[in-house]
């Protein structure tokens, strides 16, 4: 059977030229002789509109995967990104299927902040004419689940939209809610005579999943001097023999492995010895490399019947509240979640290092309710992962945060403490491209002396002229705290002068305190260098994100 080729979002021409020509198409591909010999009119297709809200490329990847079922199952469908959506454009739609990712608490993307803004702004019921399904991604260990993917469902339905199916929120892994998502939205519009292909039954739909590669560790290393407060590790991979490919402002996706010492201790509070048969495998190997052992779930809690406020912290702080309660392997097993992939922003480009990939991972240590904690991925890389050998690793590409195509246009990059690591890449990258554009890092940390990621190449540079400007904030090196939003405000002329050059502007770090503040600063800077009112310097800052001009990793 012939594949149709679909006209692609991309191209010059409205939604309805768009189903139009595919219903063309459709129809030449799929004619056959007559009963005198002419060509069968061609069969047309429903038109579908899918918008994605994205941050670091999953809801994109998810709508464009979206997309490829729908074209098999008689829609005509267009990928749209919320950056390009509006009030006006939506109401002309018919039917609309939304992916909304919410990235910290509750926090919508950037490329979706205008079209919310919009949509609360609006009144009466300009989608009177409009069906639409939602899919809302997010992380359960955030308190405000999902709330993006909730505002958009319930100004949708306020606008006088007309529900397709229940809106669906979706944690991290759960993939096949999507998928039930998914065929239940498109078998409730299936309108034509297209089989009705279920969404688990495509051959090719998880073409746009990254494809795990176990990866020799090469080296792990401290990137933080003596005396820091923090560590910091260089953490590098080999993908020799590897079909991954990458580019600068992806991400990598690792799977760790849990700490066998807390297994050891689950497995004490169990009263177990860890030999006993889960599936293929034994216990001891399915809480090792399968089952996330963090946050414990409804579930659990259900099952040792503990209050969900407060819930414990931990697995294990669930099981030693109870230590009479000694449940059977397969029923403890039954409430756990799946370990899932930690994505860390690429430090390497790989015209820089063909072959390997590089990862800049801060160390997460702390306490609570008097026990140690550890993050999971960020201390087996620092501790364990050398000797493990190998980890299996994906990339997570991310259009969202990419370099200027055009590489004469100059480049602003602002990247405190492990936010350096994307900004490492992109001048590596800048640097193999010869790019012509002008280069601006502003990064900061505690102290110079001891929190200088990357000091040598960063000087070295800045000495070539690869990097035109650089400003450093330190904020314990003096007695009043300097960060990065400070060093912005103080070169706000020169700041504004690039951004009317038509500059590209780069975040990355911390969403909850530093990108809010640098935000702020960039307010500040567009109201006294640009005279611009406070509304005109937010809709500044509105039309580079529109543009993918202003484009934040932030985590």
């Known amino acids: 059977m012939s594949t149709v080729p679909l006209i692609p979002d991309t ?28 060509a069968a009119a061609p069969t047309a297709l429903t038109p579908l509109t899918i918008v994605f809200a994205s941050q670091t490329g999953t809801a994109e990847r998810l709508a464009k995967k979206a997309a490829k079922l729908a074209g098999k199952r008689g829609f005509a469908p267009t990928v749209l990104d919320a950056a390009q959506a509006s009030v006006e454009k939506l109401s002309q739609e018919n039917t609309v299927l939304v992916l909304a990712a919410t990235y910290g608490e509750g926090e919508p993307t950037d490329n979706s902040k205008a ?55 979706c944690d991290v892994g759960e993939d096949e809610k999507y998928t039930k998502w998914l065929d239940t939205s498109l078998g409730s519009l299936a309108t034509t005579a297209t089989p009705n292909t279920p969404a688990a039954a495509s051959d090719d739909e998880d073409d746009d999943e990254p494809k795990p590669f176990l990866a020799p560790i090469l080296s792990v290393h401290h990137v933080t001097g003596e005396g820091s407060a923090k560590e910091v590790n260089h953490v590098v991979f080999s ?25 050891a201790e689950i497995l004490g509070a169990l009263g177990c ?56 392997a397969a029923a403890f097993i039954a409430t756990l979640k799946k370990l899932q992939p930690r994505l860390y922003s690429i430090s390497s480009s790989p015209a820089a290092h063909p ?24 201390i087996f890389l620092a501790e364990r992962a050398l000797a493990t050998g190998k980890v299996q690793v994906g990339v997570h590409a991310n259009n969202s945060f990419r370099l200027p195509e055009n590489t004469d246009a100059p480049v602003i990059m602002i990247g405190p403490g492990t936010g350096i690591a994307p900004f490492r890449a992109f001048l590596e990258a800048r640097a193999a491209t010869n790019a012509k ?36 904030a330190w904020s314990r090196d003096q007695k009043e705290k300097v960060y990065v939003q400070h060093k912005l405000l103080a070169a706000a002329t020169e700041l504004w002068a690039w951004l009317e050059a038509g500059a590209h502007l780069y975040i990355c770090g911390d969403a909850s305190r530093m990108a809010k503040d640098v935000h702020n600063a960039l307010l500040q800077v567009i109201q006294t260098a640009g005279a611009r009112s406070p509304e005109d310097a937010a809709k500044y800052l509105e039309i580079l994100q529109t543009s993918k001009r202003y484009l934040r990793d932030v985590y």
Not at 11 to 30: I, K, T
Not at 248 to 258: K, M
Not at 451 to 470: C, H, N, P, T
């Open 355 to 378: 072959g390997e990939v590089h990862l800049t991972v801060g160390a997460v240590r702390y306490e609570t309710a008097g026990r140690p904690r550890s993050g999971l991925c960020s």
């Open 11 to 38: 191209a010059p021409f409205s939604p309805e030229q768009r189903a139009w020509l595919n219903g063309f198409m459709a129809g030449m591909f799929s004619r056959g002789p007559g009963a005198n010999g002419s």
């Open 273 to 328: 010895d860890g030999e006993e048969a889960i599936g293929e495998t034994s216990l001891r190997h399915a809480l090792t490399h399968t089952f996330d052992l963090a946050k414990p779930t409804a579930d659990l809690l259900a099952l040792l019947q503990l209050p969900s406020d407060p819930a414990p912290h931990h697995v294990i702080d669930a099981l030693l509240a109870v230590p009479t309660a000694k449940p059977k």
């Open 437 to 472: 554009g002008k280069n601006w890092l502003f990064f900061g940390d505690q102290h110079e002396k001891s929190d200088f990621l990357y000091r040598d190449e960063i000087l070295a540079w800045q000495s070539s002229g690869l990097l035109s400007r650089l400003d450093l």
């Open 115 to 169: 079209l919310l803004n919009a949509l609360r702004s609006a009144s009466g019921t300009p989608f009177a004419k409009l069906r639409f399904s939602l899919c809302a991604l997010g992380d359960s260990k955030y308190a405000k689940f999902c709330q993006a993917g909730k505002d958009f469902d319930h100004l949708f339905e306020k606008l006088g939209a007309r529900r397709i199916s229940d809106r669906v929120d």
């Open 239 to 263: 993908l020799k023999d590897s079909p991954l490919t990458y580019a600068a402002g992806d991400a990598l996706s690792v799977l760790p492995v849990n700490d066998p010492a807390l297994v």
